[in-house]
């Protein structure tokens, strides 16, 4: 195995493989996902490999190559599991990080854990990686990875990238770690951001609480023997694979299966679709409320609207997430008892994950698509409804606070905190001319289509240098 010939190694928390066990015997199969689609081109070409965790306790085995993708396990017991995957990193950081809209949970036992691990992953990515080479490290689990690398090989090059929102300094005080992680990111050479607000509270985290100087949108680092690094900190808004989420679209299987959802929900006039992992910070609960009210008050009604939310498990052994779902269950009980009828339900629920064409199927028949969240590094969903929408029309009701709201300015802009806002704001998308909804598409349409994962990626590399 040519493991220490790898001239791009990508460090990322899950591995982009799945893996199942039969009989004591392991197989594996590609699992998609728009970061392994964008960096594939470039790993082949350039001989790289993908480090991570495989997604069970215990796995352990030899790298993999699948369709020529050479992937590296990183082994976790169940305990780094617990603590490191499920604690730490989404129950302190995962909530610190998106505004603690639930409270973010210190403990000891789980930073350790998290250093632990993350000791492990950066100890996989030094042995891979060829002399020079360059390591990209991904996200907010292994944010003590870029130093380690660099201190066990200071000959490659660094980069991270943070998919989720950078908290602002009056939070991030509260992480009894917060030097330790801000010095853990500074191992890299360069640190990407989804928003410019997102690198501007992490160049102020590091000003007041790490006392180093910042100049533009570089930190200055101490090195060995009175040197200097200079870290650019700045925003590489995240994409998605745009062409193939618009081919897709345009296949006649997924266009005629538009067509049988908009027949099988009754043909109303107006479908409202919302679809997000099952997460407290996607604001399910806020887009539910404002669509009780409306119904209750007369101004939407059923059979002439209906409402579609998908759900996809996540997370489900962290507790607030056990919470969320018995408050969201509850209220889609609500929903469904109180407004609707044996032939046509008020809200249909999936707690599920749909496959890809399933997913544009969808895309193609809401007439209206809800992405409400209360914080979002960049919402992908809302970017693959706009790349979906080959026929030009539908409307987006998009979350201000959402990294893709920088963005998509042409949506349907909304404050999801300000629930007769959001009332309001759904009923504009309800009564959207079609005249209107093609303008505004054709302009979210143009920024999509023109800036795919595949350009992300590669301004991200060629920032990073040598690429
Ligand atoms: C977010 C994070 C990713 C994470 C994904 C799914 O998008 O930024 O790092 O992989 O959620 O969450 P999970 O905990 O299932 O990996």
Same mark, same amino acid.
């Given at each position: +195995?040519?493991?220490?010939?790898?001239?791009?190694?990508?460090?990322?928390?899950?591995?982009?493989?799945?893996?199942?066990?039969?009989?004591?015997?392991?197989?594996?199969?590609?699992?998609? /996902?728009?970061?392994?689609?964008?960096?594939?081109?470039?790993?082949?070409?350039?001989?790289?490999?993908?480090?991570?965790?495989?997604?069970?306790?215990?796995?352990?085995?030899?790298?993999?190559?699948?369709?020529? $993708? $050479?992937?590296?396990?990183?082994?976790?017991?169940?305990?780094?599991?617990?603590?490191?995957?499920?604690?730490?990193?989404?129950?302190?950081?995962?909530?610190?990080?998106?505004?603690?809209?639930?409270?973010?949970?210190?403990?000891?036992?789980?930073?350790?854990?998290?250093?632990?691990?993350?000791?492990?992953?950066?100890?996989?990515?030094?042995?891979?990686? =060829?002399?020079? @080479?360059?390591?990209?490290?991904?996200?907010?689990?292994?944010?003590?990875?870029?130093? +380690?690398?660099?201190?066990?090989?200071?000959?490659?090059?660094?980069?991270?990238?943070?998919?989720?929102?950078?908290?602002?300094? @009056?939070?991030?005080?509260?992480?009894?770690?917060?030097?330790?992680?801000?010095?853990?990111?500074?191992?890299?050479? $360069?640190?990407?951001?989804?928003?410019?607000?997102?690198?501007?509270?992490?160049?102020?985290?590091?000003?007041?609480?790490? /006392?180093?100087?910042?100049?533009?949108?570089?930190?200055?680092?101490?090195?060995?023997?009175?040197?200097?690094?200079?870290?650019?900190?700045?925003?590489?808004?995240?994409?998605?694979?745009?062409?193939?989420?618009?081919?897709?679209?345009?296949?006649?299987?997924?266009?005629?299966? =538009?067509?049988?959802?908009?027949?099988?929900?009754?043909?109303?006039?107006?479908?409202?679709?919302?679809?997000?992992?099952?997460?407290?910070?996607?604001?399910?609960?806020?887009?539910?409320?404002?669509?009780?009210?409306?119904?209750?008050?007369?101004?939407?009604?059923?059979?002439?609207?209906?409402?579609?939310?998908?759900?996809?498990?996540?997370?489900?052994?962290?507790?607030?997430?056990?919470?969320?779902?018995?408050?969201?269950?509850?209220?889609?009980?609500?929903?469904? /008892?109180?407004?609707?009828?044996?032939?046509?339900?008020?809200?249909?629920?999936?707690?599920?994950?749909?496959?890809?064409?399933?997913?544009?199927?969808?895309?193609?028949?809401?007439?209206?698509?809800?992405?409400?969240?209360?914080?979002?590094? +960049?919402?992908?969903? =809302?970017?693959?409804?706009?790349?979906?929408?080959?026929?030009?029309?539908?409307?987006?009701?998009?979350?201000?606070?959402?990294?893709?709201?920088?963005?998509?300015?042409?949506?349907?802009?909304?404050?999801?905190?300000?629930?007769?806002?959001?009332?309001?704001?759904?009923?504009? /998308?309800?009564?959207?001319?079609?005249?209107?909804?093609?303008?505004?598409?054709?302009?979210?349409?143009?920024?999509?289509?023109?800036?795919?994962?595949?350009?992300?990626?590669?301004?991200?590399?060629?920032?990073?240098?040598?690429?």
């Amino acid at each position: +195995m040519p493991q220490t010939q790898l001239d791009l190694v990508v460090v990322a928390n899950r591995l982009p493989i799945d893996v199942s066990c039969e009989g004591g015997q392991l197989s594996y199969g590609r699992s998609p /996902g728009g970061l392994v689609t964008a960096l594939e081109p470039v790993l082949s070409q350039r001989g790289g490999a993908w480090v991570g965790w495989p997604g069970a306790p215990d796995l352990a085995f030899d790298p993999v190559e699948i369709d020529g $993708l $050479l992937s590296i396990p990183v082994s976790l017991s169940q305990l780094e599991i617990c603590n490191y995957y499920e604690g730490f990193s989404n129950a302190t950081l995962w909530p610190l990080y998106h505004d603690v809209i639930t409270p973010p949970k210190y403990h000891r036992e789980w930073h350790e854990a998290y250093r632990a691990v993350n000791t492990k992953f950066a100890t996989a990515a030094a042995e891979a990686a =060829a002399p020079g @080479a360059t390591v990209w490290v991904h996200d907010y689990q292994l944010q003590l990875v870029p130093a +380690m690398i660099k201190q066990l090989r200071p000959d490659v090059r660094v980069g991270f990238f943070n998919h989720i929102p950078f908290p602002p300094e @009056a939070l991030f005080a509260q992480l009894p770690w917060r030097r330790e992680i801000l010095m853990g990111l500074l191992g890299a050479d $360069l640190i990407g951001f989804q928003r410019a607000q997102d690198a501007g509270n992490f160049r102020s985290c590091v000003r007041r609480l790490a /006392g180093l100087t910042t100049r533009g949108r570089s930190v200055r680092v101490p090195g060995a023997g009175g040197t200097w690094r200079d870290v650019l900190c700045t925003a590489f808004p995240i994409s998605i694979d745009s062409a193939a989420v618009a081919a897709r679209a345009r296949q006649p299987s997924v266009q005629a299966r =538009a067509r049988e959802i908009r027949a099988e929900l009754g043909n109303p006039d107006c479908i409202l679709f919302g679809v997000d992992r099952l997460d407290y910070t996607k604001g399910i609960a806020h887009r539910l409320k404002a669509y009780e009210e409306l119904l209750r008050e007369g101004r939407l009604k059923v059979p002439g609207v209906a409402m579609v939310q998908v759900a996809s498990p996540s997370r489900d052994n962290v507790s607030a997430y056990q919470t969320l779902r018995d408050d969201v269950e509850t209220t889609v009980g609500r929903i469904a /008892g109180d407004f609707g009828s044996l032939s046509s339900p008020a809200i249909h629920y999936l707690h599920q994950t749909q496959d890809a064409d399933e997913m544009a199927a969808l895309y193609l028949a809401a007439d209206v698509m809800l992405v409400t969240a209360l914080r979002d590094g +960049m919402n992908l969903v =809302a970017k693959e409804y706009v790349a979906s929408r080959v026929d030009g029309a539908g409307a987006l009701v998009l979350s201000e606070f959402t990294g893709a709201a920088d963005e998509l300015r042409q949506a349907l802009l909304v404050n999801p905190h300000d629930i007769d806002g959001l009332k309001a704001t759904i009923l504009r /998308g309800v009564a959207m001319p079609p005249k209107e909804q093609r303008r505004r598409m054709q302009a979210l349409r143009r920024r999509v289509m023109d800036h795919d994962v595949a350009a992300w990626a590669s301004g991200f590399l060629a920032a990073l240098g040598g690429w």
